[in-house]
């Protein structure tokens, strides 16, 4: 069977970049003389007759195709063109390449990744409960675009001092847990937030989720400990903990706030679930330096 690709454009992702990319990957594609349709101000409702994808954006753009579209079944090529990339990073390391990225939609491995659920939105990265969905809150309603790293410091500071932790009913492995967490973070990804090591020793590959849990701190405690989210120190605290888990859920005493891969939400129940090889992506082939 020709190949068929389909490209999906975030033309407001990474502040017009993906524009700039879309032009590059026509190129290409003629160039290569494949077949392929372009997605910009309106998607599909459906992928049938394509047998690749290309999602030219950032984390955003990405969780709004596989909320979309999640029974996908073909091969997903990222082109990473917006402010957060934490899970191109993931499968791509730290390389910024269209060259290698158009490359390896055409020769490629194919990796099965895992997905996770809360409440019925997918996510690739993580689901965030409490402090960092406050942050995420903050950032949505202020007037600038940008959602990288520097914006999610500046907007983690704004909360540090005045946030009040939650109370909250944990039940996970057949545990309960009652107690108050400053932030609770159920992980497929290690990153997420434009390069906070959340949970560094989560894998997308591995059937499993990193529940991850901080406790209730002190603001000025907050100001020592939680920057070391960004290079995964935190996890060596006393007052954090990491479980491997295939589900869980969370109750809260009031609504709280909350994201699946920086896309804000709200709620008092969280289930969360993950879905083991859900989405097919293309990757460097095992032998090629990442």
């Not at 290409?28 to 997605?39: G, I, N, R, V």
């Not at 107690?179 to 497929?188: F, G, R, Y």
Request: proline share 3%; glycine share 10%.
């Amino acid at each position: 069977m020709d190949k068929k690709f389909g490209v999906f454009i975030n033309k407001k992702a990474g502040k017009g970049k993906p524009r700039v990319f879309s032009k590059l990957l026509q190129e290409e594609l003629k160039k290569h003389a494949l077949q392929y349709e372009m997605y910009e101000n309106e998607w599909p409702d459906s992928l049938e007759g394509l047998t690749d994808v290309f999602v030219v954006g950032g984390d955003g753009t990405l969780n709004y195709f596989i909320n979309k579209y999640p029974d996908c079944s073909v091969p997903i090529t990222i082109i990473r063109s917006g402010s957060g990339n934490d899970f191109h990073k993931e499968l791509f390391g730290k390389k910024k390449d269209f060259k290698r990225n158009f490359e390896t939609a055409l020769h490629g491995e194919i990796l099965p990744i895992d997905a996770g659920n809360c409440n019925g939105k997918w996510f690739l990265n993580g689901c965030g409960i409490g402090f960092d969905g406050r942050v995420v809150r903050s950032m949505k309603h202020k007037r600038s675009k940008s959602f990288g790293l520097s914006a999610y410091l500046v907007h983690t500071l704004k909360n540090l001092f005045f946030y009040r932790s939650g109370k909250y009913s944990i039940r996970y492995n057949g545990s309960s847990l009652n107690m108050k967490a400053l932030m609770i973070t159920v992980a497929n990804g290690a990153k997420y937030g434009g390069g906070f090591m959340v949970a560094p020793g989560a894998k997308i590959n591995d059937g499993r989720l990193n529940l991850v849990i901080i406790q209730q701190l002190h603001p000025l405690k907050r100001l020592i400990h939680l920057p070391k989210l960004k290079t995964g120190k935190h996890i060596e605290l006393s007052i954090t903990s990491d479980h491997l888990v295939e589900s869980v859920t969370i109750d809260a005493e009031k609504p709280m706030d909350a994201h699946v891969d920086g896309e804000y939400f709200s709620s008092n129940h969280f289930k969360i679930e993950v879905y083991k090889n859900k989405f097919l992506f293309r990757v460097p082939s095992s032998n090629e330096d990442i």
